[in-house]
């Protein structure tokens, strides 16, 4: 159930996306000094690439690489731009999720914890009330022994007459 969600929200969450980060390309190409800051982002991000890329295949890693056109560069440095705004959104959706996700465990165990304790205090309500009824217990027993046999059997004998008399209506 919840995977078919996330898949929904994800797609929404680039389809609204892509416009801001189309505008945000197109806008990161039209400033003299951002344009100059994105092209050495984007120089630098090719060389690194370039290297990593070389190593992975087993080539000389210390041949000169050339350097992107300005086109070029300002283009691969618009799309990392688009990127890095749809990855950042992404990223903070992830976050406030998890933390939502955190705060709804917080009171569902806190709700638990609740349990337990009433639990716990209606079980320290039972012994007090079992330990009460044992000692009204004992209490019945030592009157009952100072009474002697004779006073068990009045006693149930009190008992026995009024269990009859409400049976056997006159």
Do not use: W
Not at 30 to 54: D, E, G, M
Not at 79 to 88: A, T, W
Request: charged content about 30%.
């Amino acid at each position: 159930m919840i995977l078919p969600v996330v898949k929904l929200g994800t797609l929404v969450l680039k389809t609204v996306c892509k416009p801001i980060a189309g505008r945000l390309k197109k806008e990161a190409g039209l400033h003299p000094k951002f344009r100059r800051l994105i092209v050495n982002v984007a120089q630098a991000n090719h060389r690194i690439t370039t290297n990593i890329q070389r190593r992975i295949y087993g080539h000389s890693t210390n041949v000169e690489i050339r350097p992107l056109d300005e086109e070029k560069a300002v283009q691969a440095a618009s799309d990392l731009i688009g990127e890095f705004f749809v990855f950042s959104v992404a990223g903070v959706a992830l976050i406030f999720e998890v933390q939502r996700s955190a705060r709804s465990e917080a009171r569902k165990e806190e709700i638990r914890r609740q349990e337990i304790e009433a639990m716990k205090q209606k079980e320290e309500d039972l012994m007090r009330d079992l330990e009460q009824l044992k000692q009204k217990l004992n209490e019945i027993e030592h009157l009952a022994k100072g009474r002697g046999l004779s006073g068990i059997i009045s006693f149930r004998h009190d008992q026995a007459p009024e269990s009859s008399k409400s049976a056997n209506p006159a």
